[in-house]
Nanobody, 123 residues
Framework: VQLQASGGGLVQAGGSLRLSCAAS????????MGWWRQAPGKEREFVAA????????YYRDSAKGRFTISRDNVKNTVYLQMNRLKPEDTAVYYC?????????????????WGKGTLVTVSS
């Protein structure tokens, strides 16, 4: 499984960004896809995840109502639309994947990781 994230950048507080992650995987729909982030000096934390069919989504509390995770199972791509960004959203964002049979919402990590993309939100 290879994951390539893109879409990070610098944005002012209140602005929006959309992250994309292209997956090279045999059966994309067999994987739960997720976004995690790690801010400087902090531990990596879960942001959002989406089931293989796209029918179930999970969010950290601070992302609910502002972020939307989605996936295109034809393009093998997962997205994270981030609106009303705050300076505390500044972090390196990582795309991740886990086989659906292995995933559960409180899991502390996922099996496969891509390189991160930096999101910087200025105040």
């Amino acid at each position: 499984v290879q994951l390539q994230a893109s879409g990070g950048g610098l944005v002012q507080a209140g602005g929006s960004l959309r992250l994309s992650c292209a997956a090279s995987v045999h059966t994309f729909t067999s994987y739960v896809m997720g976004w995690w982030r790690q801010a400087p000096g902090k531990e990596r934390e879960f942001v959002a995840a989406i089931s293989g069919s796209g029918g179930t989504t999970y969010y950290r509390d601070s992302a609910k109502g502002r972020f939307t995770i989605s996936r295109d199972n034809v393009k093998n791509t997962v997205y994270l639309q981030m609106n009303r960004l705050k300076p505390e959203d500044t972090a390196v964002y990582y795309c991740a994947a886990d086989e659906e049979s292995d995933y559960y919402p409180s899991k502390s990590g996922m099996a496969y990781w891509g390189k991160g993309t930096l999101v910087t939100v200025s105040s």
